[in-house]
């Protein structure tokens, strides 16, 4: 059994921050618990706007705290975050992920796992770990 707080990741290598400020991740399971996914919370700083494109990567992210805004690249819809919301990225759907009024408080699984110490790559991908090479080609095809 693995437990884990909040106060033993802040400070650590699992508490990831990124390179602009727009957001902190702290990541409760990584790839090498070996549980078949990765789970993190995620605060979005208020006015902040992120480009996301998880090419190899499957996330469902639910908001717990805070406001802000999902758009789709490719429809330019743009859907609400508050409390309470759900938003999947199950076709690997190229956005931009705004924090709103307040911080944003995210809670997050990724499939396949990550590895603890990724930022996002020019197109706002994570790389896939050299592990999971073979689901990467089954999902793209």
């Known amino acids: 059994m693995i437990v884990r ?34 789970f993190h919370e ?7 706007e992120t480009h996301i494109w998880y090419k190899h990567h ?13 758009e789709e690249l490719k429809t330019g819809e743009i859907h609400p975050i508050k409390d309470g919301t759900l938003y999947l990225l199950n076709a690997h759907d190229e956005h931009l992920l705004r924090g709103g009024s307040e911080d944003m408080r ?13 930022h996002h790559d020019a197109d706002g991908a994570y790389t896939p770990h050299p592990e999971h090479d073979a689901y990467a080609r089954l999902r793209n095809g």
Do not use: M
Request: include cysteine; charge should be negative.
């Open 5 to 38: 707080t909040l106060d033993q990741l802040i400070g650590t290598e699992r508490d990831v921050h990124a390179e602009g400020g727009q957001w902190v991740s702290r990541r409760f399971v990584l790839d090498s618990d070996q549980a078949g996914f990765s």
């Open 42 to 48: 995620t605060i979005i700083k208020a006015g902040t």
């Open 58 to 70: 499957i996330e469902a992210v639910y908001c717990v705290a805070g406001d802000g805004e999902i």
């Open 106 to 118: 995210l809670i997050c699984a990724f499939n396949p796992p990550l590895t603890g110490r990724e």
